[in-house]
């Protein structure tokens, strides 16, 4: 069973950066994508990115279109979301997860998530 582990979150000023890395073991070779969420206090969890494993396309939600980018490094067995001019409505617990490129329904087991805190 595929395993996420994520890391990269902090605390950072508005108009800041962070990457974010998703780990994920064994490393598909399939047509499922692997998509970023986030979840802030009191809201549902919502995807944000995701990118095909096998094709590499990638779909960044309207929200933060042209401030986020995903990508993979299939070398090292790990996706990364690049964010950028950050703002606070971004402050949200983010997660990677293996899903359905077309539904965006998981397809492995949540991780524990990093956390990222965006200040005015």
């Known amino acids: 069973q595929v395993q996420v582990v994520e890391s990269g979150g902090g605390s950072v000023q508005a108009g800041g950066s962070l990457r974010l890395s998703c780990a994920v073991s064994?490393?598909?070779?399939?047509?499922?994508?692997l998509g970023w969420f986030r979840q802030a206090p009191g809201k549902m969890r919502e995807g944000v990115a995701r990118?095909?494993?096998?094709?590499?396309?990638?779909f960044v939600v309207p929200s933060v279109k042209g401030r986020f980018a995903i990508s993979q490094d299939n070398s090292n067995n790990t996706v990364y979301l690049q964010m950028n001019s950050l703002k606070p409505e971004d402050t949200a617990t983010y997660y990677c997860?293996?899903?359905?490129?077309?539904?965006?329904?998981?397809?492995?087991?949540w991780g524990q998530g990093t956390q990222v805190t965006v200040s005015s």
């Open positions: 997860a293996t899903v359905v490129c077309r539904t965006w329904h998981s397809s492995s087991p």
């Open positions: 064994p490393y598909p070779r399939s047509s499922d994508c």
């Open positions: 990118i095909s494993f096998g094709a590499g396309g990638t």
